[in-house]
């Protein structure tokens, strides 16, 4: 009798991975003959997914996202920190401290 290393659901899984991106490849193939085709023939009618985005344009718009997040987390932060210093003024006060 032979064993094998994997169980069929194992191998099942695997070959499901595999199928998806042998189909994101092909997908991706077919974009890159478009673009070429259109590349040499700019008249030809085309179907450009119009979701995609050139490489430049994509790193500036998530250059321009995370400095966005960047600056909403150090309003936050800023929030944050006076919201606890106003907490211990009130503390202090309340406990008739004075420093």
Known sequence: MIQG???LDSISVLIQLANARF????????????YIEEAF?????????????PKAERAER?????LE???????T??????QELEQEEDVIESLGLFI
């Open 41 to 53: 023939n700019p008249t030809a009618e085309t179907n450009i997914d119009p979701a995609w985005e």
């Open 62 to 66: 998530l250059r321009r996202e995370g």
């Open 77 to 82: 932060s800023r929030s944050k920190g006076t």
């Open 23 to 34: 189909q994101e490849n092909v997908e991706r193939t077919k974009m890159f003959q478009t």
């Open 5 to 7: 290393l994997m169980s």
């Open 69 to 75: 997040r960047r600056r909403e987390a150090e309003n």
